[in-house]
């Protein structure tokens, strides 16, 4: 992983409220740095919106990112929307970082 994991939370909780960052939709957030170094969050499909804005903005940087729709069981139903970061190609994207 390229980028320090507390400044990216800070990013994503700025990019899922902008108005206010501390009410963040931004869910279990979970840092791996031992094995296969990634960071994982999820957003609630009611917030799909904010995933779709996070996506764009992970898009836009090229980042080596994964997205997984997860369901209620025995449903079709979506539950939440989990990303998986692995690392972050864009030096815009990176400095940004480092100023936060």
């Not at 800070?10 to 960052?21: I, Q, R, T």
């Not at 992970?58 to 989990?82: E, R, S, V, W």
Request: hydrophobic share 40%; glycine share 2%.
């Amino acid at each position: 992983m390229n980028f320090d994991p507390e400044k990216f939370k800070k990013l994503l909780n700025s990019a899922s409220n902008p108005s206010n960052p501390k009410d963040t939709k931004i869910k279990n957030y979970y840092v791996n740095q031992e094995y296969q170094e990634f960071v994982s969050f999820d957003i609630d499909f009611e917030n799909v919106d904010v995933a779709l804005r996070i996506a764009g903005l992970f898009g836009k940087h090229a980042t080596n990112f994964t997205i997984t729709t997860l369901h209620f069981p025995d449903t079709n139903k979506i539950d939440y929307i989990q990303f998986i970061v692995f690392k972050i190609n864009d030096p815009e994207l990176l400095a940004i970082l480092d100023q936060i």
